[in-house]
T-cell receptor, first 115, second 109 residues
Framework: DSGVTQTPKHLITATGQRVTLRCSPR?????VYWYQQSLDQGLQFLIQ???????AKGNILERFSAQQFPDLHSELNLSSLELGDSALYFC??????????????FGQGTRLTVV | KNEVEQSPQNLTAQEGEFITINCSYS?????LHWLQQHPGGGIVSLFM?????KKHGRLIATINIQEKHSSLHITASHPRDSAVYIC???????????WGAGTKLIIKP
């Protein structure tokens, strides 16, 4: 168990809808990272939050947004969903602002299917 | 050309074989990670290294900073080692990880 909790594990929704994915980081970790992994593709970095503030942005669509709350959990909001948004969405956490010089801890992922 | 290249993309071997997965990168790095993604999707960190060699059970990771190359070895491979193995590096100039595309390993009994 990595200590990073993601909910829900699976989500099926229709095109045009909006969903919210939730991530609770490991106890003591201040950074949360969101990744998207489409079928048979590598991980694509979406966005990072550190202690409540946006720290870095990757290939995140304008239809997607995220936030990190005072208790450090994070939510990724996906709106106007398209079939191509079907993917595994991973959350990772780290204690510091950097994601690389300490061990990476990942949640189990949320599998989103858009029909 | 991707900044992190893994080879091979796919590898099928028999149980008991010695496995080597390679990772080459083109940027200066401060750390390199090896991670494992099981068929169910979960990602587990195996190693983080910036020099030399690390060993954990049947897994060994090495890195050659001068050659910008790392290898992940699995000794006495077992079907439960079947997974995607991912290499990721952190460059000097940013906080984020640069990800390889992964190597899909299948170990047949």
């Amino acid at each position: 168990d990595s200590g990073v909790t993601q909910t829900p594990k699976h989500l099926i929704t229709a095109t045009g809808q909006r969903v919210t994915l939730r991530c609770s980081p490991r106890s003591g970790d201040l950074s949360v990272y969101w990744y998207q992994q489409s079928l048979d593709q590598g991980l694509q970095f979406l966005i990072q939050y550190y202690n409540g503030e946006e720290r870095a942005k990757g290939n995140i669509l304008e239809r997607f947004s995220a936030q990190q709350f005072p208790d450090l959990h994070s939510e990724l909001n996906l709106s106007s969903l398209e079939l191509g948004d079907s993917a595994l969405y991973f959350c990772a956490s780290s204690v510091g602002v950097g994601h690389g010089n300490t061990e990476a801890f990942f949640g189990q992922g949320t599998r989103l299917t858009v029909v | 050309k991707n900044e992190v290249e893994q080879s091979p993309q796919n590898l099928t071997a028999q149980e008991g074989e010695f496995i080597t997965i390679n990772c080459s990168y083109s940027v200066g790095i401060s750390a390199l990670h090896w991670l494992q993604q099981h068929p169910g999707g979960g990602i587990v960190s195996l190693f983080m290294l910036s020099s030399g060699k690390k060993k954990h059970g049947r897994l060994i990771a090495t890195i050659n900073i001068q050659e910008k190359h790392s290898s992940l070895h699995i000794t006495a491979s077992h079907p439960r080692d079947s997974a995607v193995y991912i290499c990721a590096v952190r460059g000097y100039s940013n906080y984020q990880l640069i990800w390889g595309a992964g190597t899909k390993l299948i170990i047949k009994p």
